[in-house]
């Protein structure tokens, strides 16, 4: 690589611009003083187990292993026998390669592999703690927020080993993923699926082997075409014909705008952390005020949701307000929607006389508070249950309260959901998801 390509790669990464897409072969373990991919290793402890393993079956290829368990209805059995493989390696320093990637400041990571070196490596540093969330094609998982750089987002395509039905390691369950993600029953989340389609979105791909057919298809489905920036891929082509890897260079190259280099991952990762570190901009990036969250438009159908809170408050407002456009709903804040020159009264009443939903963020501030304007959003939140059908069941006020203060006497008709915990905003985007569905019967 020239160094302009080093600097625009860097470049591209520091403004939330590139995805590293990390494949299954970045993971790798040392057995009988050799460094082998894990999936490799774990397929042959899984053909061990087998009851019976066909001659032509590569014992080194998980999705072949795999699929003989399926074949031979010993799902069950491969399922724990995975989770057992990975829980003993839990603890474990993670390879340097995940400690250089660390280093970086990657806010989205999109992964095919199941270990969990990667999200070790981001924790054990002082300045990030990451979100881990997955695809599961029996349901739809709306994420619970996006990547920044002090808060990395890894996202685990082929599913989670904490939730056995949405692993993806057989080939039939690789085609099945496949099916579901193209046909989007379900989709991948609203927020991550715009964020991959950007134009300006570009990728870096390590440990991927994309003479497999499955990767067309995949890149197909995630990467898009319409897109201004380049990629880059590390992939030396398992392939022993040079004309055939030579085209598969051409069509991801012309297709999809993916540059190739024939570099050793770690070695690569290496020189990256070091090339960043050289530019003198790793306190830049790693200070708090330089945490960028990804914009996101909310798509079309997307339920609207009118913020009520106190002034004071307005940071924990828009925080939910991320949260909310990160899970696929469409968040209304006076600081983001009122524009100069609006007549403030109309332009409110008319809001919450349409949005889907009204959350009021209940705060020691709030309770404090014997005159505000935002008593007179609640009024008008009030006064439109009132002409809502009882028989319904909808919800449409939702008190979230924020801190340990006292409730709203005015509100006390309607439960009040916690935003303290951790899994406050996801379980508040549940509730409205169900109620959606509700409405729609």
């Known amino acids: 690589m020239r160094d302009k390509d080093w600097s625009s790669l860097i470049h591209s990464i520091e403004r939330g611009k590139c995805i590293l897409m990390l494949g299954p072969r970045v993971a790798t373990e040392m057995q009988d003083g050799v460094d082998r991919p894990l999936f490799e290793i774990l397929a042959e402890e899984l053909a061990d187990h087998l009851e019976s393993v066909p001659v032509a079956t590569d014992r080194s290829n998980i999705l072949e292993v795999a699929e003989r368990y399926r074949v031979l209805r010993q799902v069950r059995d491969l399922d724990e026998l995975v989770w057992s493989f990975y829980s003993k390696r839990r603890g474990t320093p993670s390879p340097p390669v995940f400690d250089d990637l660390a280093a970086l400041p990657f806010q989205t990571v999109l992964s095919t592999s199941h270990d969990d070196f990667l999200s070790n490596s981001f924790n054990a540093r002082p300045d990030k703690q990451c979100e881990v969330d997955y695809y599961h094609s029996g349901t739809k998982r709306p994420l ?52 991959m389609q950007e134009r300006n979105q570009s990728f870096l791909f390590l440990g991927f082997d994309f003479d497999h057919w499955q990767m067309r298809i995949l890149l197909h489905v995630l990467h898009g075409n319409d897109r201004r920036s380049r990629s880059l891929a590390l992939d030396a082509f398992g392939s022993a014909d040079v004309s055939e890897g030579q085209s598969h260079s051409v069509f991801y190259g012309d297709g999809f705008g993916i540059n190739f280099e024939n570099t050793n991952a770690a070695e690569f990762a290496r020189e990256l ?44 407002a828009a925080t939910l307000a991320d949260q909310l456009r990160a899970g696929g709903l469409d968040p209304w804040l006076d600081k983001e929607q009122i524009g100069g020159g609006a007549r403030w009264d109309d332009l409110i ?93």
């Open 144 to 195: 619970h927020k996006m990547g920044t750089i002090e808060a990395p987002l890894i996202y685990q395509l082929f599913g989670s080993i904490e939730e056995e039905e949405s692993l993806v390691l057989s080939e039939t369950a690789l085609l099945d993923f496949l099916v579901s993600v193209i046909s989007e029953k379900p989709p991948l989340p609203d927020a991550l699926r715009a964020l």
């Open 273 to 316: 952390r070091a090339r960043y570190a050289d530019s003198g901009r790793v306190s830049a990036a790693t200070s708090s005020s330089s945490v960028r969250t990804v914009e996101v438009e909310p798509p079309p159908d997307a339920p609207s949701v009118f913020i009520c809170h106190a002034s004071e408050d307005a940071a924990a």
């Open 349 to 441: 009443e008319k809001t919450i006389g349409e949005v889907s939903y009204f959350v009021v963020l209940q705060s020691e501030s709030m309770v404090k508070q014997q005159e505000s304007y935002f008593f007179t959003e609640i009024d008008l939140a009030i006064k439109r249950t009132s002409r809502i059908r009882k028989d319904l069941q909808v919800v449409f006020i939702l008190p979230a309260a924020i801190d340990d203060c006292e409730r709203l006497p005015m509100l006390s008709e309607w439960q009040t959901h916690d935003l303290r915990s951790d899994k406050g905003a996801a379980n508040l985007i549940k509730e409205i998801r169900r109620d959606v569905e509700r409405r729609n019967r």
